[in-house]
Structure formats: structure tokens, C-alpha cells
């Protein structure tokens, strides 16, 4: 099963709508908690990790949060994503594919995409050829490999899990 790390930052409604579209991965037996992240003092983000029964974690900034939202974590697999992330349709189906394909055998994948890796991303991927990838969101990644220290999620082919801004 999979802990969703949220990074909030503030985005109440992007939280919201991202939040909402895990609730089938819930049901389907594929997601086993969400923790939010606020690397602020967001009253809202406090208020929503209640109301749907999240953890939520405070940190400095990003590095640091998805780094304790890691250490939070109960699940085996981590989905690293942003308020306002919505997965499309398909993503439960092309998780539960992966979680019994896998079963513990990948250090980490981006999420979205196909096999050409997004410009934006050619940072992470250097990151990851030469060392440790900083984490960030749309990763999907082993637990125990993190912990380990191992993270190199530019392996292709991406899982096919597309993404829409919430709104």
C-alpha cells in the first residue's frame, strides 16, 4: 500500500481537490494514509489533516518536509505530490499493477509522462545519475530504498498516471 505525501504550502483548495481524489485509491485498498505537509503555520492545513483524519507535519521548507513526511510514513511505497495534484482517471488501475508487479523490486519512478523525461525534470535526473535526486512531488518511490539513501527516480518508463490542476 501507499502513504501519499501531500506538500500543502498553503494551497487550502488545491489540498482539498487533491485530497478528494485519493478517496478511491482509499476504497480500493491502494492508498494506506495521506500526510500533509505545511512548511508554514497554515491554520487550514491543520484543519483539513483533521477533518479527513490525515497526519500532518511542520517544516522549515520542502527538503526538510517531504524528508519528515518520509520519516512519518507506515506504507511501503511513497507517492510524493503537491496541493492541487489530481490524478486522472486511470491511476488507481496503473497502481495496482505496479504494487503487484513491483512488489518492492524498484527504487523509484516519476508519475506522469512517458518515456521522454519533461525538461523540467533534467535537474533531478542529473541529480540522480550523480548522487541522490532531491525529492519532490510526482515520485513514487520505495520507502526503505529512501531511507536507505537511495533515490534515483529517473527510471523509465514513467508510470502512466496523468495529472490535472485542481480548479
Same mark, same amino acid.
Given at each position: 500500500?501507499?502513504s501519499?505525501?501531500? *506538500?500543502?504550502?498553503?494551497? /487550502?483548495?488545491?489540498?482539498?481537490a /487533491?485530497?478528494a481524489?485519493l $478517496?478511491?485509491? $482509499?476504497?480500493?485498498a %491502494?492508498v494506506?494514509?495521506?500526510i500533509?505537509?505545511?512548511c508554514g503555520?497554515?491554520r487550514?492545513?491543520?484543519? %483539513?489533516?483533521?477533518? %479527513?483524519?490525515a497526519?500532518l507535519?511542520?517544516? +522549515?521548507?520542502?527538503?526538510?518536509?517531504?524528508?519528515e513526511?518520509?520519516?512519518e510514513?507506515r506504507g511501503p511505497?511513497?507517492m510524493?505530490?503537491?496541493?492541487?495534484?489530481?490524478p486522472t482517471?486511470?491511476w488507481?488501475? $496503473?497502481?495496482?499493477r505496479?504494487?503487484?508487479r513491483e512488489?518492492g523490486? /524498484? /527504487? +523509484?519512478?516519476?508519475?506522469?509522462?512517458?518515456?521522454?523525461v519533461?525538461?523540467?525534470?533534467?535537474r533531478?535526473v542529473?541529480?540522480?545519475?550523480?548522487?541522490?535526486?532531491p525529492l +519532490?512531488?510526482? *515520485?513514487?518511490?520505495s520507502?526503505a530504498?529512501v531511507v536507505?539513501?537511495?533515490?534515483r527516480?529517473?527510471m523509465?518508463?514513467?508510470?502512466?498516471?496523468?495529472?490535472?490542476?485542481? +480548479?
Open positions: 500500500m501507499i501519499v505525501l501531500i *506538500m500543502a504550502n498553503g494551497d /487550502t483548495e488545491g489540498l482539498g /487533491t485530497l481524489a $478517496v478511491p485509491g $482509499v476504497a480500493a %491502494v494506506r494514509e495521506a500533509i505537509i505545511d503555520e497554515d487550514d492545513a491543520a484543519r %483539513v489533516a483533521e477533518a %479527513v483524519g497526519s507535519v511542520r517544516a +522549515g521548507d520542502d527538503e526538510d518536509g517531504w524528508r513526511g518520509v520519516r510514513a511505497w511513497l510524493l505530490l503537491k496541493a492541487g495534484d489530481v482517471a486511470n488507481i488501475a $496503473v497502481m495496482e505496479f504494487l503487484r512488489a523490486r /524498484t /527504487t +523509484g519512478l516519476w508519475l506522469g509522462g512517458s518515456c521522454i519533461p525538461l523540467g525534470r533534467l533531478h542529473a541529480q540522480g545519475l550523480f548522487g541522490r535526486a +519532490g512531488p510526482r *515520485m513514487l518511490l520507502k530504498h536507505a539513501g537511495h533515490r527516480p529517473m523509465l518508463p514513467a508510470l502512466p498516471v496523468a495529472f490535472e490542476a485542481a +480548479g
